[in-house]
């Protein structure tokens, strides 16, 4: 049997072929998903396989702005039980998050002392939507699934990466309802 070489023409056109009919693995985890954080920094989100992930777009100039307070209490009092709460700044929303990525870490270690994990300045929705906020407002939950409403939405993620609940901009971060939805999934094994 003989070595056949195939044109070049038809090895390029092989290729395209093959790669766009390679089927996608489907996403269905936030451990699927690399970010950057607010360093610019690439962060593979599988890194955190086990911890609960509190995904919460934020910005620094919104009438609820104060609830980083208590999103880093929150962070401060359960992160030795391997709870996690992530910033994801977003400009979307009334044009409240202006500033840099820079910008944006030094107010939020200077007015709210964030010592959880901020993420570059993002996209919620739209032709631009980030790919883990398609994600997250698309996956099933006893919430609601759709568009990002406004800043600071709450996404709650279990150990294994998949959307738990919801919670929109009003739910303070200690309401009853987001603790006890948080006490569930530290409890589940």
């Known amino acids: 049997m003989s070595l056949r070489i195939l044109p ?80 994801f700044p977003s400009n979307e929303f009334g044009g409240q998050e202006p500033g840099t990525n820079e910008e944006i870490a030094t107010f939020c270690k200077t007015e709210y002392a964030v010592t959880f994990p901020m993420f570059s300045k993002i996209e919620t929705n739209g032709k631009k939507q980030a790919p883990l906020f398609k994600y997250l407002t698309t996956a099933k939950n006893p919430d609601k699934d759709g568009a990002v409403g406004w800043n600071f939405e709450k996404f709650l993620v279990g150990k294994d990466g998949k959307l738990i609940r919801r919670f929109g901009s009003s739910d303070e971060p200690d309401g009853p309802e987001i603790i006890a939805a948080i006490k569930v999934a530290l409890a589940d094994k």
């Open 8 to 87: 070049l023409p038809l090895v390029i056109l092989l290729a395209l072929f093959s790669s766009a009919f390679a089927e996608e693995k489907p996403l269905t985890s936030v451990h699927d998903f690399t970010v950057k954080n607010i360093a610019g920094e690439e962060v593979k989100l599988a890194d955190y396989k086990g911890k609960i992930l509190l995904i919460v777009n934020v910005a620094s100039e919104c009438g609820v702005t104060a609830q980083y307070e208590t999103l880093q209490a929150l962070y401060e009092v359960l992160k030795d039980r391997d709870f996690v709460v992530m910033g």
